[in-house]
C-alpha cells in the first residue's frame, strides 16, 4: 500500500470516528426532540427509537399553556429579561474593567489583578451565603436585581480575563498614534479598542447567554413568586415526586428553551471560532 492510499485510509477513519462520536453526542438532543412528541406512555417503553408511533402535538400546546394560571410564554420573557441584561452589562462594564488592566497604568494594577485570577478559581457556593444575606438586608430578594446586578458590576472575571488577554494582542502604536490625534483614554477605548474587541466581544456575549440562560441555582435561591420564575425553574416544577411528572409537556418545553441558544450559536459561530482562536496571541 502507498503513502497516498494509506492517507486515503487514514483520513477515512478520522472522517467515521468524527462522524460517530457527533452522532452520540447529538443523540440525546434528538431524543429529546422525538420524545417530545411521542404519547406518554411511549416515551420510555419506546426509548430507543427515535421516531414517534404517533405526533402529540397537545405536549407543546399544554406545555406551553404553563401551570397554575401562568403560561410559559412568561418564564421565557423572565428568561429573556434577565439573560440579555446581564449580557449587556457583561460586555460593556467587562470590556472596560479589561481595558483598563490591559490598557492603564495604576497604583496597585498588579495585586488587583492577581485578585481578580484568585476569583476565577473561587467556587461560587462560598459567596452564595453572603451575597444572599446582602441582597436580603437591601430587600431585593424575589426581584430579578440579585441575577442581573453582578453582571452589571463588572461581569465575570472569566469573561474580563478573556478580554485582556484580546486587548493585549492589539498593537500600542494604535493608541499612541490616537493620542497624537488627541484622543483621550475613553476615546481611545471607544473608537479604538472596542471595534477591535468585537470577536472577542460576540464570544463573551455567548457564552454569558448560555450560561445565564442556563442557570438555574441563582433563580432557585433569589426568585420566591412563580410570576418572575425563569425557564430552568418552570422546567422544574413540571415534575411532581408525590403526583406524576408531565414528561411530554416537560420535553416539549425543553426542547423550545434550546431554541434561542442554537439560533445564536448557528448565527454568531464564525466569530465564536474567530474570538477563541485570536484572545492572547500577539
Given at each position: 500500500?502507498?503513502?497516498?492510499?494509506?492517507?486515503?485510509?487514514g483520513d477515512v477513519i478520522f472522517y467515521v470516528f468524527v462522524i460517530g462520536l457527533g452522532i452520540l453526542?447529538?443523540?440525546?438532543?434528538?431524543?429529546?426532540?422525538?420524545?417530545?412528541?411521542?404519547?406518554?406512555?411511549?416515551?420510555?417503553?419506546?426509548?430507543?427509537?427515535?421516531?414517534?408511533?404517533?405526533?402529540?402535538?397537545?405536549?407543546?400546546?399544554?406545555?406551553?399553556?404553563?401551570?397554575?394560571?401562568?403560561?410559559?410564554?412568561?418564564?421565557?420573557?423572565?428568561?429573556?429579561?434577565?439573560?440579555?441584561?446581564?449580557?449587556?452589562?457583561t460586555m460593556i462594564t467587562g470590556s472596560l474593567v479589561a481595558y483598563g488592566f490591559a490598557r492603564i497604568?495604576?497604583?496597585?494594577?498588579?495585586?488587583?489583578?492577581?485578585?481578580?485570577?484568585?476569583?476565577?478559581?473561587?467556587?461560587?457556593?462560598?459567596?452564595?451565603?453572603?451575597?444572599?444575606?446582602?441582597?436580603?438586608?437591601?430587600?431585593?430578594?424575589?426581584?430579578?436585581?440579585?441575577?442581573?446586578?453582578?453582571?452589571?458590576?463588572?461581569?465575570?472575571?472569566?469573561?474580563?480575563?478573556?478580554?485582556?488577554?484580546?486587548?493585549?494582542?492589539?498593537?500600542?502604536?494604535?493608541?499612541?498614534?490616537?493620542?497624537?490625534?488627541?484622543?483621550?483614554?475613553?476615546?481611545?477605548?471607544?473608537?479604538?479598542?472596542?471595534?477591535?474587541?468585537?470577536?472577542?466581544?460576540?464570544?463573551?456575549?455567548?457564552?454569558?447567554?448560555?450560561?445565564?440562560?442556563?442557570?438555574?441555582?441563582?433563580?432557585?435561591?433569589?426568585?420566591?413568586?412563580?410570576?418572575?420564575?425563569?425557564?430552568?425553574?418552570?422546567?422544574?416544577?413540571?415534575?411532581?415526586?408525590?403526583?406524576?411528572?408531565?414528561?411530554?409537556?416537560?420535553?416539549?418545553?425543553?426542547?423550545?428553551?434550546?431554541?434561542?441558544?442554537?439560533?445564536?450559536?448557528?448565527?454568531?459561530?464564525?466569530?465564536?471560532?474567530?474570538?477563541?482562536a485570536t484572545t492572547g496571541l500577539k
Open positions: 500500500m502507498n503513502g497516498k492510499k494509506k492517507r486515503l485510509l453526542m447529538v443523540y440525546p438532543i434528538l431524543w429529546m426532540l422525538s420524545s417530545s412528541l411521542k404519547p406518554a406512555t411511549e416515551i420510555f417503553n419506546n426509548a430507543v427509537s427515535l421516531w414517534p408511533s404517533e405526533f402529540v402535538w397537545e405536549n407543546y400546546q399544554s406545555g406551553w399553556a404553563g401551570f397554575g394560571g401562568i403560561g410559559f410564554a412568561t418564564y421565557f420573557r423572565n428568561s429573556l429579561i434577565v439573560t440579555s441584561t446581564v449580557v449587556i452589562g497604568d495604576f497604583k496597585m494594577k498588579n495585586v488587583l489583578f492577581a485578585c481578580l485570577m484568585a476569583t476565577i478559581m473561587l467556587p461560587v457556593q462560598i459567596t452564595l451565603i453572603p451575597q444572599y444575606i446582602i441582597f436580603n438586608e437591601l430587600d431585593l430578594v424575589n426581584t430579578f436585581v440579585p441575577l442581573m446586578l453582578p453582571g452589571l458590576m463588572g461581569g465575570q472575571p472569566f469573561f474580563i480575563f478573556l478580554m485582556i488577554q484580546f486587548i493585549r494582542g492589539i498593537p500600542r502604536e494604535l493608541d499612541e498614534a490616537a493620542i497624537v490625534d488627541g484622543c483621550s483614554k475613553f476615546g481611545i477605548y471607544w473608537r479604538i479598542i472596542l471595534p477591535l474587541l468585537k470577536p472577542a466581544l460576540v464570544t463573551v456575549a455567548l457564552f454569558c447567554f448560555m450560561w445565564t440562560w442556563d442557570d438555574f441555582l441563582a433563580p432557585l435561591i433569589y426568585l420566591n413568586d412563580a410570576s418572575i420564575h425563569t425557564v430552568t425553574i418552570a422546567l422544574r416544577n413540571f415534575m411532581d415526586v408525590s403526583g406524576g411528572t408531565s414528561w411530554g409537556p416537560l420535553l416539549a418545553m425543553s426542547s423550545l428553551s434550546l431554541l434561542p441558544q442554537l439560533l445564536i450559536f448557528v448565527f454568531f459561530q464564525k466569530y465564536l471560532v474567530q474570538g477563541i
